[in-house]
């Protein structure tokens, strides 16, 4: 509350113990300790009482309100959560469910019907470039029987 350290709090000690005397120090210290306790106790009472006051007046709804409005992140993010639970209600009969399920298997032809074009022009450029290495073995061993 007063941000005292402990070297201000023992300078404060050793003050009061050349000020007041060894003798009627704990006295001191405890008439202290009263009149922080009360202090503190009375501001706990006027906290409280303000309290009430703002309750009776609405003033705590009003507060809610203004945060709840000043927090535009919380109100975007509660539309958010309100539009997945609507997604996660998915009825698998509906119609936009019969279309779902309809562009699904159609895209699943597609992909297996462009992996087998896919395969297929693969597997005859390995057999050209195979054969093309066959007849160039042909040719070279014409060229070198020719030479003989």
């Known amino acids: 509350m007063f941000d005292l350290g402990l070297t201000e709090l023992l300078l404060i000690g050793i003050v009061?113990?050349?000020?007041?005397?060894?003798?009627?120090?704990?006295?001191?210290?405890?008439?202290?300790?009263?009149?922080?306790?009360?202090?503190?106790?009375?501001?706990?009472?006027?906290?409280?009482?303000?309290?009430?006051?703002?309750?009776?007046?609405?003033?705590?709804?009003?507060?809610?309100?203004?945060?709840?409005?000043?927090?535009?992140?919380?109100?975007?993010?509660?539309?958010?959560?309100?539009?997945?639970?609507e997604f996660t209600n998915f009825d698998p009969l509906s119609e936009t469910g019969k279309l779902a399920s309809e562009r699904q298997d159609a895209s699943k032809k597609i992909r297996e019907e462009t992996a087998k074009r896919q395969y297929d022009k693969k597997v005859p450029t390995a057999v050209t470039k195979s054969e093309k290495d066959n007849k160039s073995g042909q040719k070279k061993k014409s060229k070198s029987e020719n030479t003989k």
Do not use: C, H, Q, Y
């Not at 202290?32 to 009472?45: H, L, N, S, W």
């Not at 906290?47 to 809610?64: H, Q």
């Open 16 to 85: 009061a113990l050349i000020i007041v005397g060894p003798k009627d120090l704990p006295i001191l210290f405890r008439r202290v300790g009263e009149f922080v306790g009360r202090m503190k106790g009375m501001a706990r009472e006027f906290t409280s009482a303000m309290n009430d006051a703002a309750d009776e007046a609405g003033v705590k709804d009003v507060a809610k309100t203004v945060r709840t409005a000043a927090n535009p992140i919380k109100t975007g993010l509660d539309k958010v959560g309100e539009t997945t639970k």
